[in-house]
């Protein structure tokens, strides 16, 4: 099973995390592997920084996937996991990271053979796992593990985790992909004897590695059969290269009715136009990191943007535009097993790199945005847990005065880092 919880977005402050558990019978220890070809030996926490060891993308077999290519992936990804997440009924704010979510599931995708691999292999939008995948994922790994600002705790922090039963043991093969493609190291934590140790051990990894803002992804101990959890972890502080001048009070015109927000003002950005979606963005110091505000035409829901429309509102020609944009604050958590499950993930199969268990029992996804006159703070979560089977021309001004989509991506790859849906942003959940 999979869960996933998702938080919400605020001043350039971001964090998120995705997890995937995988559930077998079992103790555990804790270990740290770094890909070159050893068994799992104790190790110290997470660093939340590249594990060392890793193989430089020269030594593996060069193929034709680029960086940009992965991220063009999980930007399908990310919009077929919006639009089903949108689809469940009526929805408020909606705050999700389809790159976390793509990483962690990732790290699983790598362990998959047979069916379960090809099936999940198109969910994820990539080809066959192989040295071509690794190269692209390799190669996206890098552009976004190199996004940082003027300032040491600006930019954008990414860490993956395997965190395996004692007793579980992935296979090589396994161990030195995930560390090439996700620079992803493996710990081994004790399910079966301390399940509420383990589940504290992965928790403080997040804290960590979201610089606290995601304090605990799973809320509850994991059970004593779990046999795998898979983590990704986003942290991300950015500044506006130009900052909002201003803010006061103005009407939002939400689906229940009008609220009082607070507006910045003073900004614009790039602004694009398609089918009646209009868009603005707004660079970060450093010119790696955007936000983008798209509204959708009067009367319809944000969750309805296309994918070609996505594509012509994030890149081509475009004019400058103001923009009129609320403060936001948001923290989400969601479960996402289900949702997961209506794209094709497998739930069960075979996932034999990763030694033992073959049921998703858990997929789970925190969220957190800060948006304000200065910048961006925001960070992600996912967690995957596993069982054993049993500019041109000025444009008129843009006012973001009734529901929208407010994006976070990098300028190199366009990933989905956060996707945010707003209906009403004086609710913060």
Not at 181 to 205: C, E, L, M, Q, W
Not at 362 to 373: F, G, I, S
Request: charged share 15%; aromatic share 6%; net charge negative.
């Amino acid at each position: 099973m999979l869960s996933v919880r998702l938080s919400r977005m605020c001043q350039l402050a971001v964090a998120g995390v995705c997890v995937a558990v995988v559930s077998a019978c079992g103790s555990a220890h804790v270990v740290v592997h770094t890909g070159s070809p050893q068994p799992l030996t104790p190790g110290a926490p997470t660093s939340g920084g590249p594990v060392t060891g890793v193989p430089a993308l020269g030594a593996i077999a060069t193929g034709t996937l680029t960086g940009a290519d992965v991220g063009a992936a999980q930007r399908a990804f990310g919009l077929d996991l919006l639009h089903v997440t949108c689809g469940q009924g009526a929805h408020g704010n909606l705050l999700l990271s389809g790159t976390s979510a793509g990483e962690a599931l990732g790290l699983l995708y790598a362990a998959a053979g047979g069916d379960t691999s090809r099936n999940l292999g198109s969910v994820l939008h990539l080809g066959p796992w192989g040295p071509g995948v690794i190269a692209g994922i390799a190669g996206h790994t890098k552009a976004l593990s190199d996004i940082r600002g003027p300032k040491k705790d600006e930019g954008l922090f990414l860490s993956n985790h395997v965190w395996s039963a004692k007793g579980s043991q992935p296979t090589q093969r396994y161990l030195d992909d995930v560390a090439t493609a996700y620079h992803s190291d493996a710990r081994s934590v004790d399910f079966a004897g301390d399940p509420t140790g383990a589940t504290k051990a992965i928790n403080d990894a997040v804290n960590k590695d979201t610089r606290g803002l995601i304090k605990k992804l799973f809320d509850q101990p994991l059970g004593s059969d779990t046999a795998t959890v898979l983590t990704n972890a986003l942290y991300l502080k950015a500044t506006w290269m130009e900052p909002f001048e201003s803010s006061a009070p103005a009407d939002f015109h939400a689906p229940q009715g009008a609220v009082q927000v607070s507006m910045m003002t003073g900004a614009s950005g790039p602004s694009r136009d398609s089918g009646g979606w209009r868009s603005v963005e707004f660079p970060y110091v450093g010119g790696k990191l955007s936000a983008i505000a798209i509204l959708p035409p009067a009367g319809t829901d944000p969750c309805a943007l296309t994918g070609s429309d996505l594509d012509t509102l994030t890149s081509g020609p475009a004019r400058t535009a103001g923009a009129l944009l609320p403060k936001l604050h948001f923290e989400q958590s969601h479960d996402l097993l289900a949702n997961l499950k209506t794209l094709g993930v497998p739930l069960s199969g075979d996932y034999s790199g990763l030694g033992g268990g073959s049921d998703i029992s858990a997929v789970v996804q925190k969220t957190y945005l800060d948006v304000d006159e200065r910048g961006t703070t925001a960070a992600a979560a996912t967690g995957v847990a596993m069982r054993e089977s049993l500019r041109i021309s000025t444009a008129p001004p843009v006012v973001f005065d009734r529901p929208f989509l407010f994006l976070l991506t990098d300028t190199s790859t366009h990933s989905p880092l956060f996707t945010a849906v707003v209906t009403d942003p004086t609710q913060h959940s």
